[in-house]
Nanobody
Framework: QVQVVESGGGLVQAGDSLRLSCAASGLTFARLGWFRQAPGKDRDFVAA????????YYADSVKGRFAISRDIGKITVYLQMNSLKPEDTAVYYCAAARGYKGYALAGGYDYWGQGTQVTVSS
């Protein structure tokens, strides 16, 4: 059974940091990614990491503030979010891809978690 489970969301103030975790199991995957969706908006790419090799990719809006990493032993991916802004408020989703389709495209991922809410107050 495939499981993709996020954790770590919460309510923080602007400028604070938060770390999200994503545990994936039940499949062999090539890449894990993070997307976010604010109310009334599309689901946008945030960051991704290739499981083998560890290459990372970021949306321009989070470069220099967010960092994606992986723990191979725990089969877990982390999203360290620093210098958070109110515009980072969204539901954050973790997704797993079996192959190497477009890393920034939601359609490039095969399995999704249930999402975790991140709220940044000003």
């Amino acid at each position: 059974q495939v499981q993709v489970v996020e954790s770590g969301g919460g309510l923080v103030q602007a400028g604070d940091s938060l770390r999200l975790s994503c545990a994936a199991s039940g499949l062999t995957f090539a890449r894990l990614g993070w997307f976010r969706q604010a109310p009334g908006k599309d689901r946008d790419f945030v960051a991704a990491i290739n499981w083998n090799g560890g290459s990372t990719y970021y949306a321009d809006s989070v470069k220099g503030r967010f960092a994606i990493s992986r723990d191979i032993g725990k089969i877990t991916v982390y999203l360290q979010m620093n210098s958070l802004k109110p515009e980072d408020t969204a539901v954050y989703y973790c997704a797993a891809a079996r192959g190497y389709k477009g890393y920034a495209l939601a359609g490039g991922y095969d399995y999704w978690g249930q999402g975790t809410q991140v709220t940044v107050s000003s």
